[in-house]
């Protein structure tokens, strides 16, 4: 997510990733191949057909009251260099009523 202000000038920028978990499918504890590593899990992948709310929160400076906020999702094959896009969305916010 990256907000910027009417000028172009950023003000605010945050980026989250979710991932499958390994688990063995029956209970909600990670497995870890030889070693065996057991802990619960919290799941943060994103699941086929199901919405899911987000809250981003950032400071406005002195004086900025809309700014325009640009949400990319991206899916990352294997490592951080392979990314490929999926869904841009941009949208303007205001504090003012309109």
Not at 13 to 28: F, G, L, S, V
């Amino acid at each position: 997510m990256t907000a910027k202000t009417a000028d172009g000038k950023e003000i605010g920028k945050e980026e989250r990733h979710y991932h499958p978990q390994a688990t063995n499918c029956r209970d909600t504890k990670e497995k870890y191949g030889a070693q065996w590593k057991v802990a619960n899990i919290r799941d943060t992948s994103i699941q086929p057909h199901q919405a899911k709310k987000e809250t981003f929160e950032f400071d406005l400076p002195e004086g900025v009251r809309t700014a325009d906020i640009t949400v990319d999702l991206f899916y990352e094959a294997v490592n951080p260099d392979n990314k490929y896009p999926i869904h841009t969305i941009t949208r303007r916010v205001s504090l003012d009523k309109e």
